[in-house]
């Protein structure tokens, strides 16, 4: 619940996404070329694609991490393209990273209430009451007061997502959130994921994590050369792809 009265006005007001026509380009390479997708209130989207497919740059854009050089993108009532208002956006969306970014000198419960404490301004009370909310709801309550060092990658990554979902976010990112870790260990994080698609949390992932894709999205989004080539729910775009490309790099993750 947001409890500051600014913020509260400007608070995103749905948690739709969309994009028109978004191309971004880094020197002389354009990795985004026109790119247009719409996300509803309560979809998993999962973005696949080879490496340098333009896939990470469209999440970033989506949570205003990186600016498009032109288009349209909305999200959560909120046009990012107008630099005027696209902070509205901040504290209303979560991100979750490859790397897990946590600060080693803060137990669990501190890297999770940090936020709260500092843009949130909530009392040391409420934050620890909301960062014990949010550690239970990954699977850690038992471990508020261990340091980073003392918990598995696996655990790690849950921390994170804890912290951004103690932050109320509308919407949730995650980029690549599994490929840091060892094999064993990405099932305690997508099995947090589903569960938050389960309870009809509106999610954007890259992930090379076929298995999820297939067992949790809503729809499946494949990238090549900064364009959404194919897209479809996951048992058309798994089961019977349109495109070519589509079934190459299928062909190729699948059996490997």
């Known amino acids: ?23 971004k380009r880094f020197g002389d390479l354009e990795v985004l070329k026109g790119v247009d997708i719409d996300v509803e209130p309560g979809e998993v989207v ?25 288009g349209e993108v909305w999200v959560g009532g909120v046009p990012l393209h107008d630099r005027k208002r696209a902070p509205e956006i901040f504290g209303h969306v979560g991100m979750v990273f490859q790397q897990f970014n946590l600060f080693p000198h803060k137990t669990a419960l501190g890297n999770v209430t940090l936020a709260l404490l500092k843009v949130r301004k909530l009392s040391r009370a409420e934050a620890e009451e909301r960062g014990r909310a949010a550690l239970k709801r990954v699977g850690l309550a038992d471990k508020a007061d261990s340091y980073p060092a003392q918990l598995s990658g696996g655990q790690q990554q849950r ?22 870790l060892d094999p064993e260990l990405v099932g305690e994080v997508t099995g947090v994921m589903r569960s938050l698609a389960e309870d009809g949390m509106t999610m954007v992932v890259v992930t090379h994590e076929m298995r999820f894709a297939k067992d949790t999205a809503d729809r499946v989004v ?3 050369g900064g364009v959404v080539l194919e897209q479809g729910s996951p048992e058309q775009v798994f089961g019977n792809p349109a495109e070519q490309r589509t079934q190459q790099f299928l062909h190729r993750v699948l059996d490997t």
């Open 1 to 23: 619940m947001i409890t500051d009265p600014a913020a509260q006005q400007k608070a995103v007001t749905t948690s739709r996404i969309s994009l028109s026509g978004v191309h």
């Open 46 to 70: 999962v973005l696949i694609g080879a490496s340098g497919s333009g896939k990470s740059t469209l999440l970033r854009i989506m949570c205003d991490l990186e600016r498009a050089d032109s």
């Open 159 to 180: 921390v994170a997502i804890a912290r951004a979902l103690a932050m109320d976010p509308a919407i949730m990112f995650f980029d690549e959130p599994t490929s840091a």
């Open 222 to 224: 494949f990238m090549d």
